[in-house]
């Protein structure tokens, strides 16, 4: 069974610029959770989707955004990036939700310049 | 609110050594699931055990052990006879159900010397 696959793996980004970052959930998985790590904060939680629903969302500003589509693959969009938004950004599946299993992808890189 | 507390922030041992890495939770919730993920140099994270608030038997998995105790409300982690392919950031996490938020502990990074 293929795992969790992110695309880009790298990105480079100016500052005010936004970015699109997509999850390819492991097959018959039906949640997709997005968390943010940096060296400073650690990983956070950014939101769920399930069923194309955001179920949860953790204390992040409105610029940080998601979506879930009908096949469960997922893309998240930061708007007007600032430097502090560098970090790397994980995808998680799961076949119901995060008291499950959750399965992460390699990640993101993201820098804002 | 819920919390992961991991005090260790690195640990440095020497191979074939065995060693504990804490992880101390906190939640209102009775019902509530715990979990250990590894974070090797790659920076993928891998999943290495799971564990909800009724199972407190302690489980073992090769050289991993874990020990659950609610009363202390912690989820050490050991590693018997570590192994050089074992240094990497070990992080501890606790999710309280559907639709909430799955917090991380700040991770503990180990180094196991050849």
């Known amino acids: 069974k293929a795992g969790v696959t992110q695309t880009p793996r790298y990105l480079i980004k100016t500052r005010g610029q936004q970015v699109t970052l997509s999850c390819s959930p492991i097959?018959?998985?039906?949640?997709v959770s997005w968390y943010q790590q940096t060296p400073g904060q650690g990983l956070q939680f950014l939101f769920e989707y399930f069923s194309e629903t955001q179920r949860n969302k953790g204390n992040f500003p409105g610029r940080f955004s998601g979506r879930q589509f009908s096949n469960s693959r997922s893309e998240m969009n930061v708007s007007t990036l600032e430097l502090g938004d560098s970090a790397l950004y994980l995808c998680?599946?799961?076949?119901?939700?995060?008291?499950?299993?959750?399965?992460f992808g390699p990640g993101t890189r993201l820098t804002v310049l | 609110a819920q919390k992961v507390t991991q005090a260790q922030t690195e640990i440095s041992v020497v191979e074939k050594e065995d060693v504990t890495l804490d992880c101390v939770y906190e939640?209102?919730?009775?019902?509530?699931?715990l979990f250990w993920y590894k974070q090797p140099p790659s920076g993928e994270l891998v999943f290495l055990i799971r564990?909800?608030?009724?199972?407190?038997q302690n489980e073992i998995s090769g050289r991993y052990s874990w020990n659950f105790q609610k009363s202390t409300s912690s989820f050490n982690f050991t590693i018997t006879a570590s192994q050089v392919v074992d240094s990497a950031v070990y992080f501890c996490a606790l999710s309280e159900g559907y639709g909430q938020n799955f917090v991380f502990g700040p991770g503990t990074r180990l180094s196991v010397l050849p």
């Open positions: 998680a599946s799961s076949l119901s939700g995060n008291t499950d299993t959750q399965y």
């Open positions: 564990r909800n608030s009724f199972d407190e």
């Open positions: 097959s018959g998985h039906r949640s």
């Open positions: 939640t209102r919730d009775t019902t509530y699931y």
